[in-house]
């Protein structure tokens, strides 16, 4: 278990420091660079537009290497919820942030899910699948036997029209005897030899 988990966090801590630097540290370049506190417009670029690339890139990269991990897609909102704090977001409107909080999971999730279908594991599956397909021998399909031929009694035009049975073969007589199938038999037995 603890050796699954570090194997996991090992696998996280890149897009971490990554996604941590830029929901965490972008904010303060915009109150740096406008000290009148009206940020020009550009929050609203970053929490529309930087951010949510920042998730879904980031998550699809890690599910392009590792696949889809439901957990992998709580990093970005996690790292909101300080930046939002730290940063003044939250108290402007608890709503925003919720809605900023559900968008960026759903980017996170969006990320995961193009990223597992660009995966390259699973396009050399495909690969692999469609080759053994090609190159494995042809099968041998079961094949019908010859239809027979149905003989068609002329009767009076009273009676019904009436054929033979097709799976019936008309070489045997009715008083064909045990002796004769033994004989039958044994023909076809020395044809295969």
């Known amino acids: 278990m603890e050796a699954k988990l570090e194997k996991k966090l090992k696998a996280y801590l890149p897009y971490i420091i990554v996604i941590g630097v830029i929901y965490l540290f972008l904010p303060v370049f915009l109150v740096i660079f406008d000290r009148d506190n009206n940020y020009l417009g550009w929050h609203h670029v970053v929490y529309i537009a930087v951010f949510p690339l920042t998730a879904l890139i980031a998550s699809i990269l890690y599910a392009k290497k590792n696949g889809v991990d439901i957990l992998f897609a709580l990093i970005a909102p996690i790292f909101y919820i300080p930046s939002a704090f730290l940063y003044g977001n ?65 009767q009076d035009s ?9 799976y019936t073969d008309d070489t045997l007589n009715t008083s064909t005897t045990t002796d004769d199938i033994d004989a039958i038999l044994a023909e076809i037995h020395s044809r295969r030899n």
Request: charged fraction near 30%; hydrophobic fraction near 35%.
């Open 90 to 154: 939250f108290s402007d409107s608890v709503i925003n942030t919720l809605i900023y909080l559900i968008a960026y999971f759903l980017c996170g999730y969006l990320g995961l899910l193009v990223g597992d279908m660009l995966s390259p594991k699973k396009k050399d599956a495909a690969a692999e699948r469609q080759r053994a397909e090609t190159t494995a021998e042809p099968r041998t399909e079961r094949r019908s036997r010859p239809p027979r031929k149905v003989a068609v009694e002329q």
């Open 158 to 166: 009273s009676d019904d029209f009436r054929a033979e049975d097709p």
